[in-house]
C-alpha cells in the first residue's frame, strides 16, 4: 500500500520540484523544478522509446511552458498539495510567463546542475530543441510530458486511494481496488514522443520496408513535414483500404517507425462486443479495459501509431455495436476526452496516430466512414511482385528453409512464370507461399540426391508445382462479333471476352448468357436497342434485325458477371456481328452505355 501512495505521488509529481528526505541527496535549490519522479518506460519493447524512457530514481528538472499561466498555476498549486501531503520541498525558478529564452535558460542551468533528466511538456521552438540535443550530448535523458494533464485528476485518483486504504486487505473488493490503482498508473499520462527522425530517414524507411505505394508513403511524408512544422495538435485518422496481401498492416508498422513512434496493433474482427472498444464498468465481475487503453497502457505513450485492423469485420449484436464506440475514438472532437467505463477517466487520445485498414468500405457504416481518410492500396503490377520477391519474399524464404543463395536461383523469366501461372492475387501473400512451397522441393531433392539445376528454368516449374493452376488470358485472333473487354476483380483487373452470334429465326430477338447479373442484362438490352437504332449509320439493313436471333455470350459461366461497364462491349460485338467486320484483337474497352449513345465512365 505505501509504495503504490508512492507510485500515485510520483506520477503526479511532474509539475512539482524537490528533494528526498533521508538518504537522498538534495537536488540543486537554483534549478528548474526538480524531484525524484517516476515515469513510465518501455523496457522490452523494440518499438521508438517513449519520451525519453525511464526516469526512476534520477533528479529530474523540470521547466516551465512558453506563456503557461494556467500551466505553472496548476502544477504550483499541485507540488504545493503534494508538499503537504507527501512532504516534499518545493522550488521554482523562472516566471509564470516563461518566454522561449526562459525555458533555453532553465534548460542550461540544469545541465550546470548536474540534473539527470530534463522534463518538459512541449518543445515549441528550435533554439529549444538545440538546448535539448545538448542537454542529451551531456549525457541528460529529455521527457517530454504534458504535466498539468497529470495533475488533472489527482483528486481523483486520492479518492480511489482512500478508498482503498479503508479496505481490508483480505476482502475480495482490494484486489479490485489495487488492480484498477495500477492500471491508472501503467498509463502514459501526457507522456509523448521525444523527436522524430528527419525527412530523409523517414523516406528510406519507407522505400526499405515497401515497394511502390507512392501515394502512401507521400502522405505519410506529408504529415510527418507538419510535426516538423510546429507542435501539431492532433494526428491524422488514416484508412488504408485494399484487397488481401497488399501490405496494409505491415505499412502500419512501417509508419511507425517513419515516425518514431511506438507500434500497436488492435485487431477488430470478430468484434461485437462495445465492451472491447469502451471497457466494463467495474461493478462487473471480471472488468477489464477496452482495447484501446490496453494498447495505450502496452505502448507507454500517448502518441502511439495505433493500427486498427479490419475495422470492416466489426460485427453487432444485443452487448452493443462496437462501430459506434469507435466513433468517439476516431472522431477529432471527441477523442481528446475518451472515457472508458473501466477508467472512468477520460484520456486525451488526439495525438494518437490511428491507421485502420479494411477490404471492403461497403461494410463499413457511413458515419464511421466519414470521420476517416481513405487511402486506396490498389494491386501490385507484374513487375513490382518481381521486384517484391527479389527484395522481401525470397531473402525470407531463403532463411525460413535455410538454403544459401547459389541453392536457389530464379530468373526473371521464371519468376514471372510462377507469378501469372501460379498465383491470382493483388498483393503478394500467395506469391510468397508458392516461393516457400518450391524452396521446400529444391531442399527435399537436393537431401535425396536429385539436385535441381540452377538457375531454374520456366520448363522446370511443373515436375516441381505441379500443373498451373491458372492460364494467362488470351485474346481471340480477330473473329466478327467478339470483343475484348476489361473486368474489375478482387484480384486485380482481367480481360472478359464478349461474344455475338447471329442465326435465323423469329421470336424473340436477343438471348444473353454467362452467368449474368441484372445489370449486364440490361446492358446488353440498351446496347442491343442503340445498334439498332443507329443501322442505317452502321450500315446495317433493316430487315436483318427481323429475319435473325442475336445470342451474346460472355465465356467462363461459372463465374458470376455483373456490372454496368459492359455496356460498350456488348454494342461493339453486336455491330461486329451485323457488319461481319472484326475488331482489333488487342483493342480493350470499358464504360457503360447509354440510348444516346453516351458512353460514362
Known amino acids: 500500500l505505501l509504495s503504490l501512495a508512492l507510485a500515485l505521488c510520483m506520477i503526479f509529481a511532474l509539475a512539482a520540484c524537490g528533494e528526498k528526505t533521508g538518504e537522498e541527496s538534495k537536488a540543486p535549490e537554483s534549478s528548474a523544478p526538480v524531484e525524484e519522479s517516476k515515469a513510465p518506460g518501455n523496457e522490452g519493447n523494440n518499438d521508438p522509446a517513449p519520451a525519453g524512457g525511464s526516469v526512476e530514481g534520477k533528479t529530474v528538472a523540470f521547466i516551465p511552458k512558453v506563456s503557461g499561466n494556467a500551466f505553472f498555476e496548476v502544477a504550483n498549486t499541485g507540488a504545493q498539495e503534494f508538499a503537504k501531503d507527501w512532504g516534499i520541498t518545493v522550488d521554482y525558478i523562472g516566471s509564470p510567463n516563461a518566454t522561449v529564452a526562459d525555458q533555453v535558460q532553465c534548460i542550461n542551468d540544469a545541465i550546470s546542475k548536474g540534473v539527470d533528466a530534463i522534463c518538459i511538456s512541449t518543445v515549441d521552438a528550435a533554439g529549444v530543441a538545440d538546448a535539448l540535443q545538448a542537454a542529451k550530448a551531456r549525457g541528460v535523458d529529455v521527457v517530454i510530458c504534458d504535466t498539468a494533464g497529470r495533475l488533472h485528476n489527482k483528486a481523483n485518483l486520492m479518492a480511489e486511494l482512500a478508498k482503498l486504504r479503508r479496505l481490508n486487505p483480505q476482502s475480495p473488493d482490494y484486489a479490485v481496488q489495487y488492480s484498477y490503482l495500477e492500471t491508472l498508473l501503467d498509463l502514459p499520462w501526457g507522456i509523448h514522443t521525444q523527436q522524430l527522425p528527419s525527412l530523409a530517414e523517414a523516406r528510406s524507411i519507407l522505400e526499405a ?61 470478430g468484434v461485437h462486443d462495445e465492451a472491447e472498444v469502451r471497457g466494463h464498468r467495474r461493478t462487473y465481475v471480471g472488468a477489464m479495459p477496452g482495447r484501446i487503453i490496453k494498447a ?53 487520445l488526439s495525438r494518437v496516430m490511428f491507421v485502420a485498414t479494411a477490404n471492403n468500405l461497403s461494410t463499413v457504416p457511413p458515419a464511421l466512414l466519414d470521420r476517416m481518410e481513405i487511402v486506396e492500396l490498389s494491386g501490385y503490377l507484374l513487375e513490382e511482385k518481381m521486384e517484391i520477391a527479389r527484395h522481401h519474399l525470397i531473402p525470407r524464404v531463403l532463411a525460413d528453409n535455410c538454403l544459401s543463395a547459389d541453392e536457389y536461383v530464379l530468373g526473371d523469366d521464371t519468376l514471372a512464370a510462377i507469378i501469372e501461372r501460379y498465383t491470382s492475387e493483388s498483393g503478394v501473400r500467395r506469391l510468397e507461399k508458392v516461393l516457400a512451397a518450391l524452396a521446400r522441393k529444391i531442399l527435399l531433392a537436393r537431401l535425396e540426391g536429385r539436385p535441381v539445376e540452377m538457375p531454374l528454368r520456366p520448363e522446370g516449374l511443373e515436375p516441381l508445382l505441379g500443373l498451373a493452376p491458372y492460364v494467362k488470358d488470351k485474346t481471340d485472333d480477330g473473329l466478327p462479333g467478339v470483343v475484348t473487354g476489361l473486368a474489375w476483380t478482387s484480384v486485380g ?98 464504360g457503360e452505355i447509354t440510348l444516346r449513345g453516351r458512353v460514362l465512365p
Open 296 to 348: 495505450l497502457r502496452s505502448a507507454a505513450t500517448a502518441d502511439p501509431v495505433m493500427v486498427l485492423d479490419e475495422i470492416d469485420k466489426l460485427g453487432a449484436d444485443h452487448r452493443g455495436d462496437p462501430s459506434d464506440a469507435m466513433l468517439e475514438v476516431l472522431d477529432p472532437e471527441q477523442n481528446q476526452a475518451f472515457h472508458d467505463n473501466y477508467i472512468d477517466i477520460d484520456f486525451d
Open 493 to 590: 483487373g482481367e480481360i472478359m471476352l464478349a461474344e455475338a452470334s447471329l442465326s435465323r429465326g423469329k421470336g424473340e430477338k436477343l438471348t444473353v448468357t454467362g452467368n449474368l447479373g441484372d445489370v449486364m442484362k440490361e446492358s446488353a438490352t440498351i446496347a442491343y436497342q442503340w445498334v439498332r437504332a443507329h443501322a442505317e449509320s452502321l450500315g446495317i439493313a433493316a430487315a436483318d434485325f427481323e429475319d435473325r436471333h442475336l445470342h451474346i455470350h460472355f465465356p467462363e459461366g461459372a463465374i458470376p458477371k455483373d456490372g454496368p461497364s459492359a455496356g460498350i462491349t456488348i454494342a461493339t460485338a453486336i455491330a461486329s456481328a451485323f457488319t461481319g467486320r472484326a475488331v482489333r484483337p488487342r483493342l480493350a474497352m470499358t
Open 209 to 269: 520496408d515497401h515497394y511502390g505505394l507512392e501515394k502512401v508513403k507521400e502522405r505519410i511524408l506529408e504529415q510527418i513535414a507538419v510535426y516538423f512544422s510546429g507542435d501539431a495538435p492532433r494526428s491524422p485518422i488514416l484508412c488504408l483500404v485494399g484487397p488481401p496481401g497488399v501490405g496494409k498492416t505491415s505499412l502500419g508498422r512501417s509508419i511507425a517507425r517513419a515516425v518514431g513512434r511506438s507500434y500497436q496493433r488492435v485487431s477488430l474482427g
